[in-house]
Each structure stands twice: as structure tokens, then as C-alpha cells.
């Protein structure tokens, strides 16, 4: 139960304060740890409720929350009967590209937030009329001023965040070891793989990309990684390989 | 510069008489073959324009079409500046779950539109809260009635479809052979891989699906296969090994 309407929250179709009601009733009431716990794990789920729509898109009435006809789960639905248009609220997909010149890789100092001044590796939100290779292509391009042949580049990973984003991670060798950062970016360095600084690295998932990387380099064929970062209910993430 | 344009048009950022205005200002008149071959590429594009949002979701507002701040390509941003909500459009990710039992793999006869009465495996939408495998489970427990634990199943294939859908497809091996069919199926049943009727499948990414989870049928972990179907600007289809 606790999971489904987790994800109801999640999905934007209940608030937190009903999800503590539910709980109440149910007899389930929450101990102040298992609040903190809660509105810890709520950040995302806020940040989902707040992507809701709060007016129809095709008419500009205001949506309503309820299940429509023939589906089996609550969405944001028109409340404007003769539009009853539905806005379907999906994970969006995120690829990122490995490039690597001379045991060297390209790394990105992070000019924006989340995680400004941080490392990482291109990446970004796959757009409408590209393919995630062309995405990654792209985005290195964007964020390093390197170019590559989408063509020539190799799945290396698929990573789950939490049921709200899904990453697929490309790994390519590069020609040469030309760049110029982008707008996003502060800094854009070739590193060799014994020195690259853990710790200053941006997001987990970044790690996970670097060292399943690093441990694919002699493969000409990499074994395609999958890692999901679940969130548990305490509050805690949780890690599951696939 | 066609490329880009279609992919604008594709955005819905841009409409098929001013990407040909465009074609015209530049000395490349289309042919009246071009002309139906773009008409035909359309098709997706214009699907593509219609999903965009004609309102801002946030306010209500009637949405319009511009370069925001800090971005380079257009997208539908509030007319209203005091919102100035921006609307990002992103491919989706589909989820699909090959199951089988004593070497033979379930179907589904679709009982709904597209390719209403052909036969594929349980695919669908991921959904916020969910992760592609749980996604692949929940399909297969929707469309077949029948259940299998997401932790057990394994990534076999990463398809794009022409830079509107990525699909992650998974396989696993199930207890028993118990099902129902769920009312998007009108039949459900487990067919002998050599007896697989391969012109009934309801998508080429079906076949793709099938074939390589039965190329891989007696490999412990599976090759993940990538594959990519392209819209060219001739109006043609062109699939991408990855």
C-alpha cells in the first residue's frame, strides 16, 4: 500500500498531508523519524507534484485529478468535459557520452547546479527528432565543443533514478583531443584514468558511468551496465544492479 | 540545415509550409516527389507538432513559440512574462517484458489500436514511479495476467524509434505458464519459438524483439542489442545497428 500511494504522490495525484492522513487511518501513524524519513523522501516527490499541470494545455481549463475511462490509475484530466484532454506525466531520458582520447577522458567542470563545480561527463535531457546516440553526440558537443560520429559510439550503460529519470550512457574514442567548453561548462580537461578525483565527481551515477567505463576500456565489445537508484520508503537510496 | 529544420519541425517549433518557405529562400525548391515524400515524413512531425502544448500548463495562458533566455533552439514558452513557464517537449520511454516458459514465449493479440488483432509481447508507457523493469512487469501483469519479480528479468534490447520513443526491452524466464488476458488483449497464449507466425507481429520492433531474445536464448547474460529505425528526409525508413 505504503508504495502505491507513494507513487500516487509521486505521480502528483496525492499530496504528502493526504498520504499522513492515509497512514492515520489505516492506523499507521507516523513516529517523528519516520516524518523526517518522509519529507526527506518527499523532495522528489514535490518536485513531481510541482511538474503537474495545474490548466489543460490544448483548452486552458483547469485540470482535475481522477481516473479517466479505461485507465486504472489517477491522472491530470480537463476538467472541461468536451476537451477531456489527459496529460500522461512520464520519466524523461537523460544520455551522456564516455569519450576517451589516449587513456584519457573528457571531463566537464559543471558551471550550472545541480552540483556546480563539480565533475562529470557530458550529459543532458534526450530532445524530440534525435536518437540517444545523436543526443549524446549532441550534448558533448554542447557542453566540451568535441564532435564524434553518433554513429561510432557504443552503449556502455542504462541507469534508473527513482522512477523519475532514466540515463543512457554511450562510451566513444576520439580522433583527437581538441575542446572548447560551452556555456555549461567552467573547465573541460582530458584526465588520464589513474587520476581522475573520485570525489569531486557530480552525481553517483557519474561514478558508476567512469568506472564501469574503466573496467570496460580493453573490451571491444562493452557488457552493457544497468544500476537502479531506488528510493525506500525510510528516506534511504537504495542500489540495485541489474 | 535539413536535418535541423526537420528536427524543429519535428519540436513543433517550426511548421511544414515555413520549413518549405525555408527550402525555397535558400535555392532548394522541392520536386513534386519531394514534396509528397516530405508530405509523408510529415506524418510524425505533425503528430509531433500537435502533442505541443497550445496553453501554458502553470497559468492557463496561451503558449508561444521562441528561443527562451539561455537555450538555443525554440520551444513553447508562456506569452505571459510573468509566468514564462517553458514547456519541454522529450521523447518517451516505452518498457516491454519477453517471457518465457519451457521454450516458449508469450504473446498478446492486441484488441486495441495501433495494429488492433496482431500479436506482440506486453509493452507500454513507463510511468512516474516506476523503473524500466518494474515498468516491464506491471505491462506483462496488465496485458497477460501474468507476474514475474523485476528483479529477475534482464535487459536485452535499447530501441529508438526516429527520435519520438526509446524502448527498453527485457527478458525473463517465468515459473509456470499460467495467464489471462487483460483488456488490451483480446487472446494471450505461449508459442513454441519455431512456431512463431513472424508477418502477424504488430511492429517491426516486435520481430527485432523476438528475434534477438531467441538468437540469445541460450546465452546466460544476453548481448544488448541496439537498434535505431530513422525517418530520412525521403520520406523512407532506415534502421541503425548500434
Not at 122 to 137: C, D, F, K, S, V
Request: hydrophobic share 35%; aromatic share 8%; proline share 4%.
Amino acid at each position: 500500500m505504503a508504495y502505491r500511494k507513494a507513487a500516487a504522490i509521486l505521480a502528483g495525484s496525492c499530496t504528502v498531508s493526504a498520504f499522513q492522513s492515509t497512514l492515520l487511518n489505516r492506523g499507521i501513524p507516523l513516529s517523528s523519524g519516520q516524518h523526517n524519513n518522509l519529507r526527506r523522501f518527499s523532495s522528489n516527490i514535490i518536485l513531481a507534484m510541482n511538474s503537474g499541470p495545474s490548466f489543460c494545455e490544448k483548452c486552458g481549463t483547469a485540470m482535475e485529478i481522477r481516473i479517466p475511462h479505461g485507465d486504472e490509475r489517477e491522472r491530470h484530466v480537463c476538467g472541461n468535459s468536451s476537451c477531456g484532454y489527459v496529460s500522461y506525466q512520464n520519466p524523461k531520458v537523460v544520455v551522456g557520452a564516455i569519450c576517451t582520447h589516449l587513456d584519457r577522458v573528457l571531463l566537464c567542470k559543471r558551471a550550472i547546479e545541480p552540483c556546480k563545480g563539480k565533475w562529470g561527463y557530458p550529459q543532458g535531457y534526450l530532445e524530440i527528432g534525435e536518437t540517444t546516440r545523436q543526443g549524446a553526440a549532441r550534448e558533448t558537443w554542447e557542453e566540451a565543443g568535441v564532435k564524434f560520429d553518433a554513429s561510432k559510439c557504443q552503449l556502455l550503460a542504462l541507469y534508473n533514478l527513482a522512477g523519475i529519470q532514466i540515463q543512457t550512457i554511450y562510451r566513444v574514442d576520439l580522433d583527437d583531443d581538441t575542446f572548447e567548453a560551452g556555456h555549461e561548462s567552467s573547465d573541460v580537461k582530458f584526465v588520464p584514468w589513474n587520476e581522475i578525483q573520485w570525489d569531486e565527481l557530480a552525481f553517483p551515477t557519474v561514478h558508476w558511468g567512469l568506472e564501469h567505463a574503466l573496467a570496460m576500456k580493453d573490451e571491444e565489445k562493452p557488457i552493457v551496465q544497468e544500476r537502479t537508484k531506488l528510493v525506500t520508503m525510510d528516506g534511504q537510496w537504495k542500489v540495485e544492479e541489474g
